[in-house]
Structure formats: C-alpha cells, structure tokens
C-alpha cells in the first residue's frame, strides 16, 4: 500500500502563487512517475504535471511556463509550484503515484490523494 497526502491548496487571487505538496508513505520504493491531475466541476481529470523518479517531466500545455514539478526522492514527496494563476485553475488537484515497473504493485496501477482544493477568485 501507497498513501499519498497533498497539502498547500487554499483561495488566491488571478495572478498569485500557491505551492503543492504531496508526502508518500507506506511501500514508497516501489513508486515511479509520480504527478499531478486536477478535476473541475463537470470535467474529466487531467493531466498536469508529472515527474519520473530521475526527474524528467512533462506538462499540459495549459501550464506550461508557469507551473513547475520537483521532487524530493529522500523525503518521498513531490511538489507543484503554480505561479501566475488563472480563473480557470480552479480545481480539485489529486497526487498520483505509479509503481517503477507495471507489475510491481501486482495488479495494482497507480495511487492516488484524497485531492487538495484551488481556488482562483478573478
């Protein structure tokens, strides 16, 4: 088992900065890419950042230039700075965890958080 705790949502104005962190516990040497999803009202998930364990990463176009992913491998815990934020932000963003190879949890693909609330007034 994986548990994955984010923290550091909360209520910012258009343009500010709010910091992300989700804390790993539990088999995290199994973990691989790790990454973060957001679902608005009415939407599906998405993607919006992810980072391999050797620090490659990848995000959606929508973010790109202003939010950034990193990770501390030591501390089993990942972080999304979001900068500049927009009215269209807003959403419920959810850690994820995926295991180093795809059977290494059995049949088990991924962990996800309980999800951390953001919230961009205009």
């Known amino acids: 088992q994986v548990q994955l705790v984010e923290s550091g949502g909360g209520l910012v104005q258009a343009g500010g900065s709010l910091r992300l962190s989700c804390a790993a516990s539990g088999r995290t040497g199994g973990i691989g890419t790790m990454g973060w999803y957001r679902q608005a009202p009415g939407n599906q998930r998405e993607l919006v950042a992810t980072?391999?364990?050797?620090?490659?990463?990848n995000y959606a176009d929508s973010v790109k230039g202003r939010f950034t992913i990193s990770r501390d491998n030591a501390k089993n815990t990942v972080y999304l700075q979001m900068n500049n934020l927009k009215p269209e932000d807003t959403a419920v963003y959810y850690c994820?965890?995926?295991?180093?190879?795809?059977?290494?949890?059995?049949?088990?693909?991924?962990?996800w958080g309980q999800g951390t609330q953001v919230t961009v007034s205009s």
């Open positions: 980072i391999t364990s050797s620090g490659s990463t």
């Open positions: 994820n965890a995926k295991p180093v190879s795809p059977s290494y949890w059995g049949t088990r693909r991924d962990y």
